[in-house]
Nanobody, 120 residues
Framework: QVQLVESGGGLVQPGGSLRLSCAAS????????MGWYRQAPGKQRDLVAA???????EYVDSLKGRFTISRDNAKNTVYLQMNSLKPEDTAVYYC??????????????WGQGTQVTVSS
C-alpha cells in the first residue's frame, strides 16, 4: 500500500506565497514522475507542474516564473513553491506520483488534496 499526504495549503492574500508538500509512504521501491494538479470549483483538474526522478521539470506556461516544483528523492517528497499568488490560483491542489512498489507494481497515486484560497 502507498499513500500520498499533502500539506501546506491555506488562506493567503493576493501577492503572498505558499509552499505545498506531498510525502509518499508505504511499500515504495522507487518513484518516477511526480506532479501537482489543481481543480477550481466547477472546473476540471489540470496539471500545474511535473518533475521526473532525474529532476527535469515541466510547467503550465501561464504559471512559469511564479511556481516552482522540486523534489527530495531521499524523503519521497515533492514540493510546490507558489509566489505572487492571485485569486485565480484558488483551487484544491492535488499531488500525483507514479510509484513502483516493492513487488514491482506501478501505481498512479493521488493525494487527498489541499485547499489553497487566495483572497483579501
Amino acid at each position: 500500500q502507498v499513500q500520498l499526504v499533502e500539506s501546506g495549503g491555506g488562506l493567503v492574500q493576493p501577492g503572498g506565497s505558499l509552499r505545498l508538500s506531498c510525502a509518499a509512504s508505504g511499500t515504495i521501491f522507487s518513484i518516477d514522475d511526480m506532479g501537482w494538479y489543481r481543480q477550481a470549483p466547477g472546473k476540471q483538474r489540470d496539471l500545474v507542474a511535473a518533475i521526473i526522478s532525474g529532476g527535469s521539470t515541466e510547467y503550465v506556461d501561464s504559471l512559469k516564473g511564479r511556481f516552482t516544483i522540486s523534489r527530495d528523492n531521499a524523503k519521497n517528497t515533492v514540493y510546490l513553491q507558489m509566489n505572487s499568488l492571485k485569486p485565480e490560483d484558488t483551487a484544491v491542489y492535488y499531488c500525483n506520483a507514479e510509484i513502483i512498489t516493492d513487488w514491482g507494481d506501478r501505481l498512479d497515486s493521488w493525494g487527498q488534496g489541499t485547499q489553497v484560497t487566495v483572497s483579501s
